[in-house]
């Protein structure tokens, strides 16, 4: 936590401010102070509606959802609950003003029932639609809101505070009080910064007869809580991420079923000696029946160069098998209580990460390769 | 961080502490009574009164910023049948507009701009009543005064189509009103008009809720 060390203008003692506070009074002579400092911009905290313990219950409730390991769902504990606020970007002003606005139209079409109306509707169809002009007066809320920081690597993939702030219950907002905020939560600093988000305020179509004007621009910085539960299973740790504001589970990682892995691994083993062994025994076999005396040889061969290429296949889904199956955290993203593992964007990141693992390494081999004499 | 200049939350006037919240711009003197603008690195004081409720209730309630603007405007129309039709409305004499920070204004309903239309009359309360919780304002008089026109225009666009109208509009008396608002909870209740305003959109009400009564 970074603070400023500034002089009380009262007393001459030591202010010392924390980032993101306005309000400081002097613990020397007990004066109230305001700290004017140019560009800050403002913090809140978004009110955490949910307990430690409700979280606790909400993360011990999908360690027992079907899909996680048996042992898991009998015997998975939430170990520990963990407090953290997560930075966001609201960057909002009013537009306020008039415009002028072109419409053009015709007035609705009659019904063509009988004759006579039906030469209306054709007077109507060749009849030009009319051009109108209005002056519409506005005093519109502008709202914006985005991360300040990588959500993945704290934990969680997306977090819907624009809704909640736009919703027809917004979100209540509390002072941020940064040494308060640290002695029970894990506060991370913004990484980014609002620039994206400013210009997008700042775009507007340009458009004839417009005396709108941006009025009170404002950025804040408004700090999200979430819950981390944590449990562990053979071992290794896993999280579940709880939505402080409305219970639900952000992001959460179990270990797969090892039974459904094991499964997996052997209908691929299955598939492929289908499809690779059937057209090397049917050529090798045609090789022997054409030349009885060659017939030994191409067998033998044949026998190796199966055996070889066959265990490199085997190898092969071996190492596929390690690979995927090492780590077996199963990410999967909550939505109600309906789980969809691969339909969520945290699996597929999972699926790209591991296919440059392997990218990663085929270089790796090749710049091996490469180096050797 | 940037240098912090440091700025004595003391009273110009009296010497009385000044009660606000984080991010208000105008303070409350706690002492004579008197809205100090942070203006630069001083204070520039301001002209405040808290107003009496006209719905009472027994229980009790705490001050919101309302700046209470009086104007004079002139409206220039081309079309002289919308001119006859817009002096039929009644003038606007005071335009309020909402001092505390209030989010999505425009979909809550805007108090300031409500008070504008109905042509409320605020009176300053009795000095017998009990002290109450006054919050500070997070709008300058200047930020106010940029909303005139636009709610002087929003109000005469509801009765008669504006094109071609030339507004032009100006401040004579500035007042900050204290407005009492009702705290039940989920919402807030204003004591002028009675209206409803959910709780959440008050950016700043944790710290209201946690101030104690000043004047």
Redesign the interface.
Known sequence: M?L?H?????CGGT?S?A?G????TCRYCG??????????V?R?AV?VAVAAEEARRIAQDFLRRPGRPRAVRERGRVQDVRLSYVPFYEVGG?R???F?LRESGKPRPPTPDNPDDERDFEQWLLQPSTET?????I???Y?RVGPACDLPELGVDRIPLEQL??AA????????DLVELQKRAVVFAPTKPPNRLVDERERRIAVRGDRTGM??RRVRLLYYPVWHARYEYRGRPFEVAVDGVQGTILRASAPRDFCRAVMLAVILLAAGAFCFGRPVRALFSSARAATPTDGWLAGAWGAVAGLVLGGGLALFLAWLAWTAFRHTDDVVLMDGDEVQPGAEPALRDSGERFADRILERLLRLRGRAGKEP | MPQATMLPLRCPRCGGGLAGASHDVVFWCEGCGVPQEVAGTCFAERTGKLARPAVPRGDEHFYLPVWGLRVAYVCQWDDPEKEARAKLLPTIEWVYVSGFAIHNAAYYGDPGLIFTERRVVLTPRDAREPAAVVAGCARSQEEAKAFVEPHVLTIIDRRVDVTGLELSASVSEAILWGVPYFDDGETLQDGILGLKIPAAAITELSEIRSCRPTR
Do not use: K, N
């Not at chain 1, 004066?31 to 800050?40: E, S, V």
């Not at chain 1, 002009?133 to 007066?137: A, F, H, I, K």
């Open positions: 970074s400023t500034v002089g009380c203008p009262s202010l401010l980032e506070q306005r309000l400081v004066g109230r102070h305001l700290a004017l400092i140019p560009d800050a403002p809140y009110h009013t306020i003003g008039a002028v002009q209005g002056t519409r007066v005093e519109q809320d709202l702030r736009r219950t917004p979100v209540a907002l509390e002072g941020y009025v009170e």
